[in-house]
């Protein structure tokens, strides 16, 4: 690791602090020394159905307490990155409230009349009309924008197709790609280093993934740590052309490198 002292983290959620609901061993100890240590932190994740005070909940009910605005989702990047390129703008969007509530916010107008955007998030129940709307839209002229390229999410019942496969969907039947906004694309490392007014030269990024959470983070100029306790394992990580800063079993590992302000 570079001698410079680390300033600010940002930390994956699934792989990283949970998998599913269930807390990975030293998540909550990981947790509770940054919040101590009076450090800038982003907890950052793909999943765009849920808003930042859902997944508080949901982590405050694995025994993770994270404050709601610690909490970086794509939805959340997405909506800066539309209120950066067309502010006001007005978009239809096939998501949950993760998305619908961080556009709203930002003051869009959500319409399938002429919209500036088509916006793809995830969601459990895409309907077959959601995405035959969305087809005629960008056919029709419509920017596209999804918020992860994602394209399978685990669920307790199995696998379940995400934001990536009905992008493709979409992309078959228009020939548009979409732009996405979340991990790889390190557009969502540099939104949350300016959402904590933070430097890349003292910021980690901490994740379980070298496809999306290294790739991002090395490519936003940050330190990377890759934890095995989530997709990519040990033995996978010298098959990539990029190697993280650091590789550790798990946060529990990382409790030395949290340091006071």
Do not use: C
Not at 151 to 179: F, N
Request: charged share 20%; glycine share 8%; net charge negative.
């Amino acid at each position: 690791m570079s001698t410079r002292p680390i300033e600010t983290w940002l930390t994956d959620m699934d792989g990283v602090l949970v998998h599913e609901e269930v807390p990975i061993p030293g998540a909550q100890e990981f947790i509770s020394a940054l919040q101590a240590s009076g450090r800038r932190f982003l907890v950052l994740t793909n999943n765009s159905i849920f808003t930042p005070r859902d997944l508080r909940a949901r982590l405050l009910g694995s025994g993770i307490d994270v404050p709601e605005d610690a909490i970086w989702t794509s939805a959340l990047a997405t909506a800066q990155f539309l209120d950066d390129q067309r502010p006001h703008g007005t978009a239809y969007v096939v998501g949950e409230a993760g998305l619908t509530t961080a556009l709203h916010d930002i003051g869009y107008v959500m319409t399938d009349r002429d919209p500036d955007y088509v916006v793809l998030g995830e969601t459990r129940t895409y309907s077959f009309e959601a995405i035959t709307r969305a087809i005629r839209l960008v056919d029709g002229g419509a920017r596209f924008i999804a918020t992860n390229p994602d394209v399978s999410g685990p669920s307790q019942q199995g696998m379940l197709p995400a934001t990536g496969s009905v992008a493709a969907l979409i992309s078959t039947a228009t020939g548009r790609q979409p732009y996405f906004i979340g991990k790889p694309n390190p557009l969502m490392m540099r939104s949350a280093l300016n959402r904590l007014e933070a430097h890349s030269e003292t910021t980690v990024m901490v994740g379980d993934r070298m496809d999306t959470d290294i790739i991002s983070g090395l490519e936003a100029g940050l330190r990377t740590i890759l934890v095995t306790t989530g997709s990519t394992r040990p033995e996978q990580v010298a098959t990539f052309p990029y190697r993280p800063t650091r590789v550790v079993d798990s946060v529990a590992d990382l409790l030395e490198l949290v340091e006071p302000r």
